[in-house]
């Protein structure tokens, strides 16, 4: 048996330190649903996410009930709908948010809480279908409710397509007003990609890639609060000390994650993709990335310190993860998430943490700019400047980065937006106010960077 | 199926009785149990064998009986802690 210590230590986990598994999310193949005929495909991708997904809700349940850890989300990642928006005859924007609406119904009627995947990738071009796809987004997103959409505008192989990237920054400001009266909500629903991957089961930037079988299971593990915990015990040791205790925490919640997924996939007979070894925090007290990096000795997170503290928690988390599961992949690595995590709240609230500071932590850590409010009035040129300056990150770290930001109509710098539940609420962030708009409108692609020639 | 449970709570008259009594009722098998007083709580750990009951009515028995008498029970599958503990 078990000695005693080690069981009162997981419970411990999971009851005082919100040990969860984040999400066990199903991704299904849309690639066969394809058809020039706008109803028959809606009828193809409704029927097939229903049947595939229909027990993907009581299975969570039950392992959840079973091992008693608690599953927080159950969700459904699809082929990026561009590729039903190209077969389609005489496609137009109002038929594409038919299918944006198809994909809200289907996962509302199998009961998970996102469907991800409403997405084009046009790193290097866009092909008609795509344009249309991206230009429906903001009505597409306003008019349902769990849908989650995504654009990959750069590749550290194919470069920035930078016209992308100026249209992004339309499509953001379009998406906010749409939804003005709930503080720009769409635009939470809303990732622009440098280096999208393809099996990542977290939302909003969720889509089930090109190279991706027909249905796989995905899981993402969290526990932002468990490694909190873990370093409380080592206050004052040196760094080595630090990166030896998170990787033994990081392992353990990554062996649990690996467990689920294997029990999930064996389940619901649908083959075990990967695990995501990622820490996502949650507005939750206790589950908070910036915590840990307090825990390190700094004040607040966002002064200085903060990348260096972020980039060893980052390593430390993959090391630790990747010899507890037989197949890791997603994002893998600490998330932060402004409005989803309680001391980063608390941190640009009191002006700690800024703009330029998180910008340089993406360099260190898994995603990038993600769940920012912004003030309503920014333009879509220096939003579109904010994800070309991502996607550069992206691109010359060879690294996902992303831009979820949120120009929040009518508010302004200090102003809080609430998006509710693990969504959580943002304080409006200042942005710099000095033009970038002649930039953005040169248009055309930034070449791929020396590190893309490795053959 | 095999599951670990964990009762954790202030000492008091009757709780091994109670859980037991609880387990016998449902047709549940005791493996192996351990017991002992940490940081003055009273703890004790069990490995136990479920022949026909479901995990969720035993779990909603268990959360009954845990909040008559002040305590903190669960019941998790045995795989939970060896695949976390053990390589």
Known sequence: MINPFEILETINMIDKENLDIRTITMGISLKNCVDPDIDRACKKVYDKITYYAKDLVKVGEDIE???????????????????????????????????????????????????????????????????????SIPKALSSTDIVCSSVNVGTTKAGINMDAVALMGRIIKK??????????????????????????????GAFLGEGEGDCVINVGVSGPG??????????????????ETIKKTAFKITRMGQLVAREASKRLNVPFGIVDLSLAPTPAIGDSVAYILEEMGLEQCGTHGTTAALALLNDAVKKGGVMASSYVGGLSGAFIPVSEDAGMIAAAKSGTLLLEKLEAMTCVCSVGLDMIAIPGDTSAETISAIIADEA???????KTTAVRIIPAPGKKIGDVVEFGGLLGSGPVMRVNEKSSADFIKRGGRIPAPLQALKN | MKAVVTVVGKDRVGIIARVSTLFSENNINILD?????????????????????????????LNALAEEMNLSIHLQHEDLFSSMHRI
């Open chain 1, 65 to 135: 009930n079973e091992y008693g850890i608690p599953i927080i989300n159950k969700r459904i990642s699809v082929t990026p709908v561009s590729c039903l928006v190209e077969a389609l005859d005489d496609a137009t924007e109002d038929k594409c948010v038919r299918i944006a609406k198809t994909l809200d119904k289907a996962a509302k009627d199998v009961g998970v809480n996102f469907i991800g995947g409403y997405s084009a990738l046009v790193h290097k071009g866009v092909t008609p279908g795509e344009k249309l796809l991206i230009e």
């Open chain 1, 175 to 204: 998406a906010a007003e749409l939804t003005a009266d709930m503080g720009g909500f769409a635009c939470a629903k809303l990732v622009v990609f440098c280096n999208a991957v393809e099996d990542n089961p977290f939302m909003a």
């Open chain 1, 226 to 243: 468990v490694v909190k915990c873990a370093l409380e015990k080592v206050k004052g040791e040196p760094f080595g000390v630090v990166a």
């Open chain 1, 392 to 398: 550069a990150i992206g691109m010359v770290n060879t």
């Open chain 2, 33 to 61: 149990i351990s017991q002992t007083i940490m940081q003055d709580m009273f703890t004790m750990i069990m490995l136990v064998e479920l022949k026909t009951a479901t995990v969720k009515s035993v779990n909603g028995k």
